[in-house]
Nanobody
Framework: QVQLVESGGGLVQPGGSLRLSCAAS????????MGWYRQAPGKQRELVAT???????NYADSVKGRFTISRDNAKNTVYLQMNSLKPEDTAVYYC???????????????WGQGTQVTVSS
């Protein structure tokens, strides 16, 4: 079992910055990858960025050059630094933990409660 708690969302003006944090607890040693996803009203949830336990990183094209994902293994925390924010970045951002393909499907993926990011002037 993995529990995820996000923080750091809020209201910011276009061009501003926010840093999201996701703290993991529970069976944290089994996590293969963690990432950030977002869902805007009327749209599907989409991948923002992921980072594996081995440090491999992937970004959505829409955030490359603006967002940075990082991790602090000692604190069991993953971060998303968001710079040059645009109104189209407005969404609920969710943290995800993936325990890998060797885990029972119903226990593989875990999600945080979500944190709202609103970019508006």
């Amino acid at each position: 079992q993995v529990q995820l708690v996000e923080s750091g969302g809020g209201l910011v003006q276009p061009g501003g910055s926010l840093r999201l944090s996701c703290a993991a607890s529970g069976t944290i040693f089994s996590i293969y990858a963690m990432g950030w996803y977002r869902q805007a009203p009327g749209k599907q949830r989409e991948l923002v960025a992921t980072i594996t336990s081995g440090g491999r990183i992937n970004y959505a094209d829409s955030v490359k050059g603006r967002f940075t994902i990082s991790r602090d293994n000692a604190k069991n925390t993953v971060y998303l630094q968001m710079n040059s924010l645009k109104p189209e970045d407005t969404a609920v951002y969710y943290c995800n933990a993936d325990r890998g393909v060797g885990v029972v499907p119903g226990l593989r993926n875990y999600w945080g409660q979500g944190t709202q990011v609103t970019v508006s002037s």
